[in-house]
């Protein structure tokens, strides 16, 4: 990142090739699907190409680039009221958790089964809160240690354990009738 | 250790987050506890599905190439229309608002000029007062009170609070934030709200967090937990079937 800031094509490269992939791959988890993921990584490495000059090597490269992705991340589901568009069921607690179509299928892992959980896990994501959706995403994704989503969300490794294991319990919570079926 | 307690671990010790006394605390108590070895199996499959979901998420991506995003970067660069690479920087959200009541301030002392220039009369008895009060987080632009001396009344212009601060988002509410990338990218911090954060609607406040024993007090921590406890004393329990079948 020092030479991109020297103005090096090259380098820059480099940082595109290697985390570039990474970068699309949150976008995708964290607003919910491959369509915008592409645009948003562009976006993000825009940013970096454009703050440059400003860049300070007080931490990892990656803790400054995921919080950039964040933040950009953070503003697209804000501006485009992401949550709003999303098939939510009721948010009533009495109101029946969510039932496979077909368990059987599921169990055979037929290819249309497993898409609508793949769909509905990717859905019950994307109800998550902010915090939380980005410290899971980043956890399972990119494997980041606590530590190092702390730095990115600006919060202590116990916030981050924290926010982790209520999206964990918001998403079993929400899988109940699934992981009922497989006991 | 209680299941409460170790619930709360549990997330942790599948991420390899855990270590030394506390991991082992958990491992005794799970070797011991059925509720929350059933937990740990709950959590374990959930997280497999969360894994199988964000790859499928992820699978249709990466397709962008370096040259085109390097087009995209020197365009916005030679044609000046996302920033000016020279320069001065361009303010951030904060400063443009206090430059924008600034301006109004500006005008507002036009007008006050203006009107005492083509003497405007003034019911008797009424005084021009302040402004009325606002709330701390609007920016207002005072009109100064009516010169009595040669030198007008600067404005008073109150600042507005940082957008970090508590600024909330209301549901459903699409916020105007400006097309191009500015370079200071900050997230609107949400305002707490107890029944929102017990719903898991929105994120809990950072003390919070930082505080697991009240964290896991939140009843949807605590509706799990009776429920696991419930079961696991259920299978406890002896047969009554079988103790009245004894029964003289």
């Known amino acids: 990142m020092l030479r991109v800031k020297e103005g090096d094509r090259e380098a820059f490269r480099a940082l595109f090739e290697k985390h570039s992939g990474s970068v699309a791959r949150f976008a995708a988890g964290f607003v919910g699907g491959a369509a915008r993921a592409d645009e948003l990584m562009q976006d993000v490495f825009l940013q970096v190409y454009r703050a440059r000059e400003r860049y300070e090597p ?3 490269f990656s803790t400054w680039l995921y919080t950039i992705a964040h933040n950009l991340c953070l503003n697209e589901v ?4 992401h949550r709003s568009r999303v098939d939510l069921a009721s948010e009533d607690e009495d109101a029946p958790a969510w039932e496979p179509s077909d368990p059987q299928a599921l169990e055979g892992e037929g290819y249309s089964a497993q898409r609508e959980l793949e769909g509905r896990v990717a859905e019950l994501i994307a109800r998550l809160p902010e915090a939380q959706r980005t410290a899971l995403v980043l956890s399972r994704v990119e494997e980041l240690r606590y530590q190092q989503i702390g730095e990115i969300l600006s919060c202590s490794e116990q916030a981050v354990k924290s926010l982790i294991f209520r999206a964990t319990q918001s998403l079993k919570a929400g899988l109940k009738g699934y992981l009922e079926d497989g006991r | 250790m209680s299941c409460e307690t170790m619930i709360g671990s549990i997330v942790a010790l599948l991420d390899g987050e855990l270590a030394g006394a506390e991991r082992e605390a958990l491992d005794r108590h799970l070797a011991g506890c059925a509720a929350c070895r059933r937990e740990l199996a709950d959590v374990r499959r959930t997280r497999d599905l969360v894994d199988r979901s964000l790859a499928a998420l992820g699978a249709g991506v990466g397709r962008t190439s370096f040259e085109q995003l390097w087009a995209r970067a020197r365009d916005g660069e030679t044609d000046g229309r996302a920033r000016a690479p020279a320069g001065p920087r361009r303010p951030g959200r904060v400063a443009r608002r206090r430059i924008l009541w600034a301006g109004a301030g500006g005008l507002a002392l036009a007008a006050s000029l203006a009107l005492m220039l083509v003497g405007v009369p ?19 632009a005072r009109a100064p009170a ?9 404005p008073v212009v109150v600042a507005a609070k940082p957008a970090l601060a508590t600024e909330r988002v209301a549901p459903g509410e699409v916020r105007d934030d400006d097309a191009d990338l500015d370079d200071d990218v900050e997230p609107v911090e949400l305002a707490a709200d107890e029944a929102a954060v017990v719903a ?3 994120d809990p406040p950072r003390e919070l967090l930082e505080r697991p024993d009240l964290f896991l007090n939140y009843p949807i921590v605590r509706k799990l937990d009776e429920l696991q406890h419930l079961e696991s004393v259920l299978a406890d329990s002896p047969d009554p079937a079988a103790d009245a079948g004894g029964a003289g």
């Open chain 2, 122 to 140: 003034r019911e008797p008895g009424i005084e021009p007062g302040p402004a009325p009060a606002t709330k701390a987080s609007e920016v207002v």
């Open chain 2, 200 to 202: 898991n609607e929105i």
């Open chain 1, 78 to 81: 804000r501006r485009h009221d």
């Open chain 2, 146 to 154: 009516a010169p009595s001396g040669p030198k007008p009344a600067a």
């Open chain 1, 58 to 60: 007080k931490a990892k």
